[in-house]
């Protein structure tokens, strides 16, 4: 009789899971979030290289409109601006006010006036290898180039 009952309740407990059954194992869960985890460390590395290289790119246009304007400057004032925000307090201003206060898209821009014919100009990552991995140079030459990591021209 036992067996009966043992038997009969059994069934009746397979047949309330099979029924009740509506949601995923912990198990299944794991599973997902496993592949998501190695899908996203494959994907993530990729959409960060196009950005680096892009705030590189500003960099060096950010370092030709420098360069540029430096020169438009000179050729009104007969010497080199002081620092970026002369060449935003000008009427009309030669570049705009984030590129004057030495920003621009992941990138520091440091300007120097050496003497009254000479300046340099250092663009460096605001965050070494994550905004950007090389470090530019230009100066009264208007030659744009790279630097080493201590900011020497190269």
């Known amino acids: ?31 997902v979030a496993a592949i998501i985890v190695v899908l996203a460390a494959i994907a993530i590395p990729n959409l960060l290289r196009p950005r680096l290289s892009a705030n590189e790119s500003s960099a060096l246009a950010s370092l030709r409109i420098i360069s540029t ?3 438009s400057f000179r050729a009104m004032n007969y010497t080199y601006p002081q620092d970026l925000a002369a060449l935003t307090s000008a009427n009309p201003p030669y570049i705009d006010a984030n590129l004057g206060a030495g920003t621009r898209q992941g990138y520091n821009f440091t300007y120097t006036l050496v003497n009254a014919n000479q ?10 290898n994550i905004t950007g991995i090389r ?6 030459s208007g030659v744009l180039r790279l630097n080493d990591a201590n900011g020497s021209p190269a």
């Open 69 to 71: 304007s430096c020169e």
């Open 135 to 140: 470090i530019f140079f230009v100066d009264e």
């Open 1 to 31: 009789m036992f067996f009966i009952i043992a038997s009969f309740l059994n069934r009746i407990i397979q047949y309330d899971y099979m029924i009740k059954r509506e949601g995923f194992t912990l198990v299944e869960i794991m599973i």
């Open 119 to 128: 300046y340099t100009c250092v663009a460096s990552p605001a965050t070494p």
